[in-house]
């Protein structure tokens, strides 16, 4: 059974980085130099599942503009896909794509998912006001590039039980969250390893090629968190994690 890692990067940056979840443009594109040298194909998430495609799938969440102006050229530069997730109510605000480039995008050839309409905390909503977030959104995106949207990925990786029935019943077929590990060709619920602004560039090698060790300490680190949420409630949490980073 053949196994997919995907990847979830948030903000390109030319330089320095601003933000915990931005990566430098130089970062970016080591990783799409050492895939390649490693002869590991590149793929958007649904070809992976339709078509057997690719060993490595390459996820953007939020649609920056970065991923219009920074990651479209250098992902076309090494002949690579990859599935943007875009959030609706933040097309067209400054730092954003505009829909005009979330149609290139498309026409490019990438996957464009769904990231919610407005980006909540998903486990802080009613089923109803949760199925409003993730149908709308996937309206709106397909009335845009004019074909079916499958993919969604969970704001800040907040999810339930609950939260994936919703999201199966507002039609999308591949559910991606936040925990790490590797998926399989039958999963409908798609775990993704994150690269942020402590990623170093010496980890790429084993970014690519996780280790168990690796992929279950990262567990490990996600087991906790998951369980604060769950345990303190996610407002809590969220005070709690600005108190420590403050």
Not at 228 to 241: F, H, S
């Amino acid at each position: 059974m053949s196994q997919l890692n995907i990847l979830v990067l948030h903000r390109i940056v030319q330089d320095q980085v601003g933000e915990w979840a931005d990566v430098t443009l130089s970062m970016f594109d080591e990783l799409l130099s050492t895939a390649q040298n490693n002869h590991q194909s590149i793929t958007r998430i649904d070809h992976w599942h339709e078509m057997g495609q690719g060993q490595i799938a390459l996820s953007f969440d939020d649609g920056h503009v970065s991923d219009y102006e920074l990651v479209l050229p250098k992902l076309q530069a090494h002949h690579a896909t990859a599935t943007f997730f875009i959030t609706p109510n933040f097309i067209g605000q400054a730092g954003y794509l505009s829909w005009y480039q979330v149609k290139q995008l498309h026409e490019a050839g990438m996957e464009i998912g769904s990231h919610s309409l407005s980006h909540p905390y998903s486990t802080t909503l009613s089923a109803d006001q949760l199925l409003t977030e993730m149908q709308h959104s996937k309206d709106q995106i397909e009335q845009h590039i004019g074909t079916d949207v499958k993919s969604f990925a969970y704001p800040y990786g907040d999810y339930s039980r609950q939260t994936h029935q919703v999201a199966r019943s507002a039609g999308y077929r591949y559910i991606c969250t936040s925990k790490p590990g590797l998926c399989h060709t039958n999963s409908q619920i798609m775990g993704r390893n994150s690269i942020h602004s402590h990623t170093r560039i010496q980890e790429i090698g084993e970014l690519l090629n996780p280790s168990e060790y690796r992929l279950l300490r990262q567990q490990f680190g996600y087991a906790i968190r998951y369980h604060l949420k769950r345990v303190l409630g996610v407002n809590n949490y969220i005070k709690l994690k600005q108190l420590i980073y403050s």
